[in-house]
């Protein structure tokens, strides 16, 4: 394997966030929420500020780019990009609504990274890949196929596990990492073969939005409203910062879609 792409757990720190504030169109978004009309603009742009304050506060340099008007579902940009190592892989979105979004994202990327995009038929979206030190998961879902992680594995030189899931849109909706050894799921993947090996924290179904959490260094943030979680997190030894997100959980999206780390 590349040198340049095998890296150890201190390289997981993240130094960089970059985001994307969310734009006047953002109630256009990609949903099966029940009341579309109540999604609220103003309140995602305040929470959104509080959420890149908080990235800031622990310790991330965060680079925003403008709001896209033409893509509502832009502010996540998590999905434009996959990163390991030195190296990104930019995203053909499985969503035919999202294409365009990643072009930003890229000439940004390409200025401190080595970058390549993802060729159709293959698509990826960031939303689908859970990240470990010298391995990823990535789910096979409505957004993400196989050639698409055939070209993210070849390109990152790494290797990367799969879980197949084509009622869900994205992965991370359901199983992020807290650490190299620690996930946090709902039941319906507890006995996949592909996380054995991992520590897991195991949420009730009426918990599951909160199984997207996002890990930065040595802090985990988590939606709020899920008392019983964070109390699960704490007793892991973690910080727990609570943020609410409300908006962006009825655009289908949580706290990792709205940062890609590096």
Not at 66 to 81: G, H, L
Not at 129 to 143: D, E, M, Y
Not at 237 to 252: M, R, S, V
Request: glycine share 4%; with cysteine; charged share 20%.
């Amino acid at each position: 394997m590349d040198s340049q792409i095998f890296y150890n757990n201190m390289s997981l720190r993240k130094r960089i966030a970059l985001v994307r504030e969310p734009s006047p169109s953002f109630p256009a978004c990609i949903t099966a929420y029940a009341f579309p009309d109540t999604i609220n603009y103003q309140k995602a742009k305040k929470q959104h500020i509080e959420y890149c304050n908080t990235l800031e506060e622990l310790g991330l340099e965060v680079i925003k780019l403008p709001p896209e008007k033409k893509y509502p579902d832009s502010c996540f940009v998590e999905d434009a990009a996959i990163i390991h190592g030195k190296r990104a892989l930019i995203s053909h979105f499985g969503a035919l609504s999202r294409r365009g979004e990643e072009k930003k994202v890229l000439a940004v990327l390409s200025q401190t990274l080595k970058v390549k995009k993802c060729l159709e038929p293959a698509t990826i979206e960031g939303g689908d890949v859970i990240h470990f030190s010298n391995h990823l998961i990535s789910g096979i879902t409505q957004r993400s196929n196989y050639q698409g992680i055939q070209q993210l594995a070849t390109w990152l030189g790494v290797e990367i596990k799969t879980i197949e899931d084509h009622s869900i849109v994205h992965l991370k909706s359901y199983i992020t990492a807290l650490n190299e050894t620690t996930i946090i799921t709902i039941n319906k993947y507890v006995s996949h073969p592909e996380l054995s090996q991992y520590n897991k924290l195991v949420l009730d179904d009426k918990d599951a939005y909160a199984a997207n959490t996002l890990t930065i260094n040595d802090s985990v943030l988590i939606p709020a409203g899920y008392p019983a979680v964070t109390k699960m997190i704490k007793e892991q030894g973690f910080e727990a910062i609570t943020l609410d997100i409300t908006e962006f959980q009825k655009c289908e999206g949580a706290l990792t879609c709205l940062s890609l780390l590096y």
